[in-house]
């Protein structure tokens, strides 16, 4: 395959992570608004409930979005020529993928019971 074509798909990618990120970021910074300035409404069994199963839900399919995300990147990357001699590519052979991908779980699990204890 061309080298340029498989360099844009991992920039696509790239992007699709950044993306997620954001949504991720966006998405619980609003429901830490809600759970702050939600008042009475929020003792409402229904309103928990859904507000848990957002943060649940939303957060492992940004989980799976993102880790497949990074997986693609990491193959793609593999695929373009000399990229395992670069500096990045030196780097990234120290510091193998499945560190960020457990890392990831963490943070998002961290998230989610602090989210989940606020809101019960």
Request: with cysteine.
């Amino acid at each position: 395959m061309d080298q340029q074509k498989v360099f844009d798909m991992v920039r696509t990618r790239a992007a699709d992570v950044r993306t997620i990120v954001m949504s991720f970021t966006l998405a619980h910074s609003a429901l830490l608004i809600v759970l702050g300035l939600g008042g009475a409404g929020l003792a409402d069994s229904g309103i928990q409930l859904s507000l848990a199963t957002f943060t649940v839900l939303g957060s492992l399919w940004c989980l799976a979005f993102m880790d497949d995300g990074m997986q693609d990147m990491m193959a793609g990357l593999s695929d373009i020529d000399g990229f395992e001699t670069s500096a990045m590519g030196k780097r990234l052979a120290k510091t193998p993928i499945i560190v960020f991908r457990v890392a990831n779980l963490v943070i998002v699990a961290l998230i989610v019971i602090a989210e989940l204890l606020a809101i019960y």
